[in-house]
């Protein structure tokens, strides 16, 4: 065994504002004075250091490795950090402390045979009405008219599902949820019209695709696909293999949420 084997590696990933350049330096410091080894090819433990958005960018290549995420935010929104800019008390502490990591949930999709992931949404999204089958465990839920469907993760709720007009998932429940997308509602054509939340064992099944506009399947925020009219997609929660360093107390959850939508 070499010297640098039983030593922590470690890799940081930032966005380009000037405050998120001067953490990562900090804690570049802190971790090589502790005998971290800056690694970019095989770390333990990666920092992202910005908002969510700079983290769910990142993450997509990290979802089926086995490594040790920490968030620091220096954004404007932080649900997922662990840390602030402005506090780093117990810094060494807490990311050698194995109770503050876990496995958060991912949607695992299927379009037909195509594998994908998403840790916040994914979207089926048309310019114009679009008519979706959408089945539940393989019983019959509704067919949804709309300009599309959105399904959530439980940490996506506080996203672009809160936004239009999904339920907030606290984070000590195991589940996720449906939401229609602006569903054309009148005599003829009725919808349950209501965030519907799903157990994580629950799959949902999208079929029927109708619209005589183009249909996106977009996936935390990405486009990643055109939607056949004979596609059938796939959809339930999965673990993931990378830990992500949380604190999930309910007292710290509130807090977030009330500083970051009605400012207390």
Wanted: charged share 20%; hydrophobic share 35%; glycine share 6%.
């Amino acid at each position: 065994m070499t010297k640098n084997q039983n030593k922590q590696r470690f890799q940081v990933l930032i966005n380009q504002r000037p405050n998120s350049k001067k953490v990562a330096h900090y804690i570049k410091s802190i971790l090589i004075k502790n005998g971290w080894i800056l690694d970019k090819t095989a770390p333990q433990y990666l920092f992202i250091i910005g908002g969510d958005g700079t983290l769910v960018r990142n993450l997509r290549y990290y979802y089926h490795k086995a490594i040790n995420i920490v968030s620091i935010n220096t954004g404007n929104i932080g649900f997922y950090a662990h840390f602030h800019r402005d506090d780093f008390k117990r810094f060494m502490e807490d990311i050698m402390n194995s109770e503050n990591y876990s496995n958060p949930y991912l949607l695992e999709i299927y379009v037909n045979d195509k594998h994908l992931n998403a840790i916040n949404e994914m979207t089926i999204q048309s310019l114009n009405t679009i008519s979706i089958d959408i089945t539940i465990n393989d019983i019959f839920y509704e067919t949804c008219k709309g300009t599309g469907v959105m399904i959530c993760t439980r940490t996506g709720s506080t996203g672009w599902g809160k936004s239009v007009g999904g339920a907030v998932i606290m984070p000590n429940v195991d589940a996720y949820e449906l939401i229609e997308l602006s569903p054309t509602l009148h005599v003829k054509n009725m919808s349950v019209n209501a965030p519907l939340i799903l157990n994580h064992r629950d799959q949902i099944n999208l079929t029927k695709f109708n619209s005589n506009q183009r249909c996106d399947l977009i996936i935390d925020g990405m486009r990643v696909l055109t939607v056949k009219p004979h596609d059938h997609i796939k959809i339930s929660l999965v673990k993931s293999k990378f830990k992500l360093c949380f604190n999930s107390g309910l007292q710290e959850y509130i807090s977030k949420l009330q500083k970051t939508f009605i400012k207390i």
